[in-house]
């Protein structure tokens, strides 16, 4: 009887296992090749804020994070969230010992957004910010020594990330870093040091990968976001190596807010075939638009790697006229993503005003629109889908 019981038992523990695996590996047909997250969102100045001392999710001027801005996302058609985390000052230096309470809050947000449904990415992001903290690519150009203490590092909060969410399922997807660049924004010491720093983010990548692989569970199998020197999709193409990968999962991460002064500056007012040429950018176009994604398309998806443009995003504006062009924009953007089999995740800062820097669509709190964004969601959805 009690050989009985353990080959029951035995039985019981196999078939759990067995159903675990299923939640984390899914064979290549069903999931390797068209892996794709959608129209997304990023839940931006919120876990990814900082100050020279103390940083929480409220230190850029947003509230914090709750579950009805999470379910209201979900509820308008996103399909993924991109949730930026800078962890720089709740790791204990020099050993990069993560703040329990810091990655509490993170796996409290991360649970939101699966039990919404939605597909996740969490990343480092202001880590690498303009060199200026310990994901420092300018000195680890300048130092072997340096770069070797920046990969240790790397390693070690890396091996905390992934071990903390190894049992989380296929929604969940690890970015390596954000937009790692020297200070010059892809117009620094990279255009003129011969590819070293392409070759230091390249390595970063891959010791990010194999960091991420090591832990098991539903990591082993995990797709993993990787982005190439500051995200610039042009950069990107011509100089990022893909990690080497056991299991071929990985997908190229770029930004996208071209023209930057129209997107970002509001230094123009109008985009597009029929705006006003003297309040446009003279670059930056449908054209260029569409050219760039093609070129994405070629060189990545067509090769079953997955590409998503994790930002993009225009501010608000303060008239109707001016919020025209911005719509038009925002949705020529969708759906010339969706021609190229291209996710695409709207960068939301949760300001509301108008003008440079302002780009919120939900109140952090309620989850409630602001402005007219109930309109901007709207067009943006209808067109990518």
Not at 224 to 234: A, D, F, H, M, S
Not at 306 to 323: A, K, L, M, T
Request: net charge negative; glycine share 8%.
């Amino acid at each position: 009887m009690r050989k009985f019981y353990l080959f029951i038992l035995y039985f019981v523990v196999t078939f759990l296992c067995f159903e675990s695996c299923k939640q984390c590996t899914k064979t290549q047909s069903e999931d390797s090749k068209m892996y794709n997250l959608g129209l997304g969102w990023n839940l931006g100045n919120s876990l990814d804020c900082y100050t020279d001392t103390i940083a929480d999710e409220t230190s850029w001027g947003n509230k914090p994070v709750t579950k009805s801005l999470i379910d209201s996302v979900k509820t308008c058609g996103f399909q993924s969230i991109r949730i930026p985390v800078t962890w720089k000052n709740h790791l204990s230096m020099p050993d990069c010992m993560i703040d329990p309470q810091w990655m509490n809050r993170v796996a409290e947000v991360v649970s939101w957004c699966e039990q919404a449904g939605l597909k996740v990415i969490i990343n480092l992001h202001h880590d690498g910010a303009d060199s200026k903290f310990w994901l420092n690519i300018k000195q680890a150009s300048a130092s072997e020594e340096a770069d070797s203490v920046i990969k240790h590092q790397i390693e070690t909060v890396w091996n905390q990330i992934a071990t903390r969410f190894k049992d989380c399922g296929d929604f969940l997807v690890f970015e390596g870093f954000n937009e790692i660049h020297d200070g010059g924004w892809g117009w620094g010491a990279n255009r003129s040091d011969f590819g070293k720093q392409y070759q230091i983010l390249n390595s970063w990548n891959q010791l990010f990968v194999n960091t991420v692989r090591a832990t098991g569970g539903c990591n082993s199998s995990r797709w993993l976001g990787i982005p190439g020197y500051v995200t610039n999709p042009e950069l990107t193409m011509q100089y990022l190596e893909l990690p080497k990968d056991t299991v071929n999962k990985l997908m190229v991460a770029v930004h996208f807010y071209d023209p930057f002064d129209y997107t970002l500056l509001n230094k123009f007012t109008q985009w597009g075939k029929d705006a006003d040429p003297k309040k446009c950018a003279k670059h930056g176009d449908e054209n260029s638009m569409d050219s760039l994604f093609f070129k994405l398309n070629e060189k990545y998806v067509k090769n079953n790697i997955p590409v998503y443009i994790g930002e993009f995003g225009c501010v608000h504006r303060d008239n109707s006229e001016d919020e025209k062009f911005r719509i038009y924009y925002l949705s020529t953007l969708c759906k010339t993503a969706k021609k190229y089999n291209l996710s695409a995740l709207y960068w939301d800062n949760g300001y509301s005003g108008a003008g440079e820097e302002q780009s919120g669509l939900f109140d952090r709190s309620t989850g409630e629109f602001f402005n007219n964004s109930r309109e901007v969601v709207k067009a943006m959805i209808e067109s990518y889908n």
